[in-house]
């Protein structure tokens, strides 16, 4: 988008304008910049897990190598049964913006040709807002969560029990 700009002083709806579509176009590269590091993060991490390459052949050996991950309907952990089976999109709300386009890897176990149950690092399974550590405390503390509540990543729903007692 290309603004023509003039010698004389810009009137106050003018500036606005273009204050307003500069802003727009910043935050659209900030949202790009943040989806693209995000879907790098995950294929990096399906990439260790796997211990290969994008489009590299899977090892079979009789050594299994066990992952934390684990198929859904047969419960193999071992890595080398495991193959990348596309991506899923999914909608993130993160202190930048909404990231609607967000691409997921999926993995599909070879022993039952089901898919395995992938828990990545940096994003847990139906979690739909990503915060970084500001913007957790600032989102903490409109749910009326304390400090120490929220030093210790606890939610609203896990407090503990406090115990009145009275002097008689």
């Not at 999926?106 to 149950?117: I, S």
């Not at 139906?126 to 030093?151: K, M, N, V």
Request: net charge positive; glycine share 6%; with cysteine.
């Amino acid at each position: 988008m290309s603004r023509a700009f003039s010698q004389a002083k810009l009137k106050a709806e003018e500036r606005r304008a273009i204050l307003q579509a500069i802003e727009t176009q910043m935050q659209q590269v900030i949202i790009d910049g943040v989806t693209q590091v995000l879907q790098e993060f995950l294929e990096q991490e399906v990439t260790i897990k796997l211990g290969r390459a994008k489009r590299s052949p899977r090892r079979i050996s009789s050594q299994p190598r066990p992952i934390d991950w684990q198929c859904g309907h047969c419960g193999c952990t071992d890595a080398n049964q495991f193959t990348r089976d596309g991506h899923y999109r999914r909608s993130l709300e993160t202190g930048w913006g909404h990231l609607d386009t967000l691409r997921v890897p999926m993995l599909e176990c070879q022993c039952c040709e089901h898919d395995v149950v992938a828990q990545f690092a940096i994003l847990e399974k139906y979690q739909r807002f990503w915060l970084d550590a500001p913007h957790r405390a600032i989102f903490g503390s409109g749910l009326s969560r304390s400090l120490r509540q929220r030093e210790n990543g606890m939610g609203s729903h896990r407090r503990r029990k406090c115990r009145i007692t009275h002097d008689q």
